[in-house]
């Protein structure tokens, strides 16, 4: 990922984007900030990585199952301020709502003592939930770090973490303090990381250390997304195809629910859960050869490569759907397939998963995904082109409610869209990310902005939650890249040259 210059920041046009870190830099927002002067020296050089949310198109929770999915990044960002110390400690600030939380490590402690491991990592955060949120800085410094064979650093590190992105809202604030955190660290210590290999170990250290079983997309968005395009990745793991631009006219938006949404939550890990049980049964009525590796299974399968979205719905609705139980205790599956493919989440005895609709989901998801795109694709140049894609967007909604990753607000939502409907310029919504709440996405029209603010003010009538609406796009971490400030008085050249 490369790195800039203050100076070729300015000259791109790009030091707006930079703005709120360098401007919490320059001027606490209050009294009550003054603490960054103490936490970030001006005698040492500063790096400053800025990663955005994303707004999911279509895809969503297929994407552990190998589905297409369309991402967009979104215009709010999170920012890792990072800067060495001599202390070979982690040390983390992060501001949320005005209230500063901190936390501090060993490096030698994770990196070669007693925490060296993810197993022993993980146990550490979750034996301390008060800490939980700084695991995903954690996880992705110690990922970068034995990544690349670093086991004992030069120096150590501060992060100062502040952030654009609503946490909860399901627009993947944890992607987008994964990729800010690591692009900082990597800069740091001159690891060298493409956008793709530090999406790839951002998704790592979010299973496994955060223990969060989020898929790809999240953290492939953030780092690897462009301005007013929709990412198009093929999650099998992580494969880019392009980039498709939102046609002249119009714009996806996102609206939240005010419901908070976590992908750690139970309704997410159960339903991805059940979706990798329904692989493990078709794997067996298919007569692919299973052998066992602990609690993973491994599948010799040339033929749809462990991805249900490799499978046709033709040939899942003949051959399959009706052959899979619509529910299945935890207990009775280990008893019969002894485990699933997936590593992180695992099967419990005594849970009751929805298996046929979550493995229905991805097959059909994937096959509304590549209609989705193409239809995108024509320009929207005809009316009935942006119907049929709000029409795939509604079908997407209601098999995520299938799967019961629905919730009252976000079908409020998507109602109260369909209600106002083509003639306000709105032509479908469908709840987001992992589902359970969370944010709703929104084909219309640029006229229709006024329409979204009236939806968000109705929904706000009838719950009384606020509705936060998400319009506007930003570059992912790699487009923008990382800025760096050397050694010495910087604060004095952000000064000089401002930063609006």
């Avoid at 969503?60 to 202390?87: N, R």
């Avoid at 992060?94 to 030698?108: K, N, Y």
């Avoid at 939240?256 to 992908?263: E, F, K, L, N, W």
């Avoid at 059940?274 to 609690?295: K, Q, V, W």
Wanted: hydrophobic share 40%.
């Amino acid at each position: 990922m490369r790195t800039r210059t203050l100076a070729e920041v300015r000259a791109s046009g790009d030091l707006a984007l930079f703005a709120p870190a360098l401007d919490r830099l320059r001027t606490p927002a209050d009294a009550s900030e003054e603490f960054i002067s103490t936490f970030i020296a001006t005698d040492r050089p500063v790096t400053i990585a800025r990663a955005p949310g994303r707004l999911d198109v279509m895809g969503g929770i297929a994407d552990y199952s190998g589905s297409l999915v369309l991402e967009m990044p979104l215009a709010c960002a999170t920012f890792a301020i990072a800067q060495p110390q001599d202390s070979r400690r982690l040390e983390i600030l992060s501001l949320r709502g005005g209230q500063p939380f901190t936390f501090g490590i060993d490096l030698d402690e994770i990196l070669t003592g007693s925490l060296a491991t993810p197993d022993a990592l993980a146990e550490r955060f979750a034996e301390r939930p008060g800490d939980r949120w700084a695991a995903y800085v954690v996880g992705a410094v110690w990922r970068c770090l034995t990544l690349c064979g670093v086991t004992r650093p030069p120096h150590g590190l501060r992060v100062l973490v502040l952030s654009e992105v609503p946490e909860g809202k399901g627009v993947s604030s944890s992607a987008a303090l994964e990729v800010s955190a690591m692009a900082a660290t990597a800069a740091c210590y001159g690891v060298r990381m493409t956008g793709a290999e530090l999406a790839t170990a951002c998704q790592w250290a979010e299973n496994h250390i955060a223990q969060a079983p989020c898929g790809i997309m999240d953290q492939m968005t953030s780092a690897l997304g462009r301005r007013n395009r929709l990412l198009r990745l093929r999650c099998q793991p992580a494969m880019v195809e392009g980039y498709i631009e939102v046609p002249a006219g119009y714009r996806f938006y996102g609206i939240d629910s005010g419901i908070r949404h976590a992908v750690s939550g139970a309704d997410y890990g159960t339903v991805r859960t059940a979706a990798f049980m329904g692989y493990r049964m078709i794997a067996a009525l298919a007569g692919l050869r299973t052998t066992s590796d602990g609690p993973i299974a491994r599948v010799e399968d040339n033929r749809w490569h462990g991805y249900l979205a490799n499978i046709s719905p033709a040939e899942y609705s003949a051959r399959f759907a009706d052959r899979l139980p619509a529910r299945m205790d935890g207990g009775e599956f280990l008893a019969r397939y002894g485990g699933i493919t997936d590593s992180a989440t695992q099967v419990e005895p005594g849970r009751s998963y929805p298996v046929r609709q979550a493995t229905s989901h991805p097959v059909h998801e994937n096959d509304r995904v590549k209609r989705f795109a193409e239809l995108l694709a024509t320009g929207l140049g005809r009316p009935e082109h942006a119907r049929r894609m709000g029409e795939l967007m509604l079908e997407s909604h209601a098999s995520y409610s299938a799967c019961g990753l629905g919730s009252d607000g976000t079908d409020l939502l998507v109602r109260l869209v369909t209600e106002l409907g083509e003639e306000r310029g709105l032509f479908g919504a469908k709840i987001t990310g992992g589902g359970s709440g969370g944010t709703v996405a929104v084909l219309g029209t640029d006229a229709a902005r006024e329409a979204m603010f009236d939806v968000a003010r109705r929904y706000e009538r009838s719950t009384g939650r606020s509705a936060i609406v998400f319009e506007g796009s930003g570059p992912g971490a790699e487009e923008i890249g990382v800025l760096e400030l050397p050694a010495g008085r910087w604060q004095a050249s952000i000064e000089l040259g401002g930063s609006g």
